[in-house]
């Protein structure tokens, strides 16, 4: 039996650092139904007993009215310096396609993509190989790149099922260079941000110092990056001020002290346990409180560099450096504000004051490494997490639906409506999307919002669509609302048929029918 297999999901949440409200509330209840089987056994005084028993089912219903209903979505997330190394044909295994419960959410974060002059000018101007693989694979399934981020070698993608895309809002994008005395960006943290269901969410994809004699080195890095990186929302003006903060990548940190015999040994028999105290991201987390709070799940895989490449060997090279922990994923739940020490006392005491009203709970349901990548000398690394949350809203900001039949013979009409106030703009427009489209801008044809003036809240506003910009093939597809000031998708209709069209066969583009034959 291995060590260690029965240890729990690490979980953590919005209003307490160890269970959810939902899971406090059900101990109190329990609790005090069990006092009120203890009033009916002990109690002489029917009346004594009576009084009892009314006061702790009072609780009791109280407690149960506080039960919040949320709702669960999965998040992947994959961290992996490639080593410029091209990507893999399949990467199937890396992204758990086929997991139950489904994935909602896909972060990847990457280090050391390849960085050269030509191939970053050209990556600018498309997307570059790494993001092409994970759209192929990912678009058939569902998903739609949010959006990326890319310094340099530093990559940062995000992926959402298509459903949830409209309560995906504020987007915004950063990066912090930290190489060569924050000059250089080989090294240092790209960031997203945006709000997920009205929580406020934050992945941070880091690169940082290498060798095991700058620990702190590392340390002041991220502490620079989480103090420094800013954005535009008052309410979330840096890294910290975000409900959930997800911080992954090369981090670099080592094992210290053990020989490389030592090293070798504990992990070939699966004693990984004896050189936890030594990792360095684990020593540092016991000095530093801005590390402490960031929670991460045991180390149960193998170290993850250095390897050969295509093997599952540790380095035969020259140097032989030391195995070790450098690639990692870790989380934070923003702390409940404490009261201060003028506030009220039964306010600043009760257990029950202060809850949050929608609360976010994250669980990580799987930690671990995919050896059966190669590629690289370091081994991806991949983590699971449940969110459970109280969604802040399910009403996407737009309704959006096509009118009538639509195919390229004639012109078509769709129909839009406001249905909550928001920034909106003269620049927003709505394309037209063929079903497992890859991003935003992945469009058949797109359509301006009405350029004369902005829309009223529950107005309903027509839009022409020329025939000529219409698919000529049939096909299912989707209209899309995209904000220019949101920066994202924040409403889609139902699937719909576009008709094969007559200039189809006129064109040649598909076989004439004559009489059920195919000329």
């Not at 890319?150 to 990066?175: C, D, E, S, W």
Request: aromatic share 12%; charged share 25%; hydrophobic share 40%.
């Amino acid at each position: 039996m291995e060590p260690f297999a029965d240890i729990p999901r690490v979980r953590s949440d919005s209003t307490s650092s160890s269970v959810s409200q939902g899971s406090r509330s059900k101990v109190l209840l329990r609790q005090r139904l069990s006092q009120l089987l203890t009033c009916i056994d002990d109690m002489s005084s029917d009346d004594e007993a009576s009084e009892e028993v009314s006061r702790t089912l009072d609780e009791a219903f109280q407690l149960c009215g506080r039960f919040i209903p949320t709702d669960a979505f999965r998040l992947h997330i994959v961290t992996w310096n490639v080593a410029t190394a091209e990507p893999p044909e399949d990467v199937t295994s890396l992204l758990q396609l086929d997991v139950q419960p489904p994935i909602d959410l896909y972060v990847i974060g990457l280090q050391e993509v390849n960085a050269t002059p030509v191939r970053f000018i050209s990556d600018l101007l498309v997307e570059d190989a790494w993001s092409h693989v994970f759209m192929d694979t990912l678009a058939p399934r569902g998903f739609v790149k949010v959006t990326s981020v890319r310094m340099q070698g530093l990559l940062l993608l995000v992926f959402a099922k298509q459903l949830h895309l409209p309560f995906i809002r504020n987007i915004q994008a950063t990066y912090t260079r930290t190489g060569f005395f924050g000059y250089w960006g080989n090294k240092g943290g790209v960031t997203v941000r945006f709000s997920f269901y009205g929580h406020m969410v934050c992945f941070l994809n880091c690169h940082l110092a290498a060798h095991v004699n700058y620990a702190l080195q590392r340390v002041d890095e991220i502490e620079y990056i989480l103090e420094t990186q800013d954005f535009d929302l008052p309410d979330t003006p840096h890294v910290r001020d975000h409900k959930a903060v997800f911080w992954f990548g090369d981090l670099n940190f080592r094992i210290a002290d053990h020989g490389l015999h030592f090293l070798r040994s504990s992990i070939n028999s699966g004693r990984l346990h004896l050189l936890w105290d030594k990792d360095q991201l684990t020593m540092m987390k016991k000095k530093e409180a801005f590390l402490q709070e960031f929670e991460e799940g045991p180390l149960n895989f193998k170290p993850t560099y250095k390897f050969d490449r295509n093997s599952e060997t540790y380095d035969t090279s020259g140097k032989k450096r030391k195995p070790a922990w450098t690639d990692r994923i870790l989380w934070r739940i923003k702390p409940k504000t404490l009261p201060s020490e003028d506030e009220d006392e039964k306010e600043s005491t009760s257990s029950d004051e202060g809850l949050d009203e929608y609360p976010l709970q994250v669980t990580q349901d799987k930690y671990t490494s995919d050896m059966s990548y190669g590629a690289s000398d370091h081994k991806p690394v991949i983590a699971t997490f449940s969110l459970e949350v109280r969604k802040c809203f399910d009403t996407p900001l737009v309704h959006i639906s096509p009118l009538g039949v639509w195919s390229a013979d004639q012109d078509a009409l769709l129909q839009y409506t406001v249905q909550e106030d928001f920034m909106s703009s003269t620049w927003d427009w709505i394309g037209l999307y063929k079903v497992g489209f890859k991003t935003a801008f992945d469009y058949e044809t797109f359509v301006w919002v009405r350029e004369e003036e902005l829309p009223e809240t529950n107005e309903v506003i027509q839009l022409h669509v020329d025939k000529d910009e219409i698919p000529l093939l049939s096909g299912h597809y989707v209209l899309g609302y995209y904000s220019t000031n949101m920066q994202s998708i924040i409403a889609l209709s139902a699937d719909f048929q576009i008709l094969e069209s007559k200039r189809a066969v006129m064109e040649g583009l598909v076989p004439e029918n004559i009489n059920g034959l195919n000329q």
